[in-house]
Antibody, heavy 123, light 107 residues
Framework: QVQLQQSGAELVKPGSSVKISCKASGYTFTSYDMHWIKQQPGNGLEWIGW????????KYNQKFNGKATLTADKSSSTAYMQLSSLTSEDSAVYFC????????????????WGQGVMVTVSS | DIQMTQSPASLSASLGETISIECRAS??????LAWYQQKSGKSPQLLIY???RLQDGVPSRFSGSGSGTQYSLKISGMQPEDEGDYFC?????????FGSGTKLEIK
């Protein structure tokens, strides 16, 4: 069965960086886009961007340009997101989520999600 | 960016009641609309995609409808396990955007 296993919670200092992981299993990692989503209480959900592990292509929400960097390791079926220059505004739960192959009728959507990683930025 | 306006923000329903949640897009999203349920502390679960396609394993009391800019999720016969947060996602244009969510509780 499809599983997306994310790394554990992070407590990090302002100005630092953090790299969180999302290990995929139960499907062909290189054939599906992997998306990243931010969730903050009161701020709802924000789409950060996606990566296609098959060739490393990425697309970012302009809002997260310079903040998030998406990578993928085909050998370990693991996607990564690095967040840099962290501030309190980056404290949130971050999810990875798989999207099925794109078609005109459905557009992009996420059929499987990781369990989420809570990132807390605090001195 | 496409704005997704979701209503109501909260809803209280009795067991067996039928409820609807709405999402309105700021422009035509061509039925590229998905609905999710999220329970406290858990990751979201896909209910509906392509506006009206029921995801495998989701109970048939959930249904989606709509086109253009107006979409709705209906639960026909509220069950205790349906308590949670619900949100929509537009998958038509980047950046992908979400509705603000609806908190559904048992009355």
């Amino acid at each position: 069965q499809v599983q997306l296993q994310q790394s554990g919670a992070e407590l990090v200092k302002p100005g630092s960086s953090v790299k969180i992981s999302c290990k995929a299993s139960g499907y062909t990692f290189t054939s599906y886009d992997m998306h990243w989503i931010k969730q903050q209480p009161g701020n709802g959900l924000e789409w950060i961007g996606w990566i296609y592990p098959g060739n490393g292509n990425t697309k970012y929400n302009q809002k997260f340009n310079g903040k998030a960097t998406l990578t993928a390791d085909k050998s370990s079926s693991t996607a990564y997101m690095q967040l840099s220059s962290l501030t309190s505004e980056d404290s949130a739960v971050y999810f990875c989520a798989r999207s099925p192959p794109l078609n005109y009728y459905s557009g992009y959507y996420f059929d499987y999600w990781g369990q989420g990683v809570m990132v807390t930025v605090s001195s | 960016d496409i704005q997704m306006t979701q209503s109501p923000a909260s809803l209280s329903a009795s067991l067996g009641e039928t409820i609807s949640i709405e999402c309105r897009a700021s422009e035509d999203i061509y039925s590229n609309l998905a609905w999710y349920q999220q329970k406290s502390g858990k990751s979201p679960q896909l209910l509906i995609y392509a506006a009206n396609r029921l995801q495998d394993g989701v109970p048939s009391r959930f249904s989606g409808s709509g086109s253009g800019t107006q979409y709705s999720l209906k639960i026909s016969g509220m069950q205790p396990e349906d308590e949670g947060d619900y949100f929509c996602l537009q998958g038509s244009k980047f950046p992908l955007t979400f509705g603000s969510g609806t908190k559904l509780e048992i009355k």
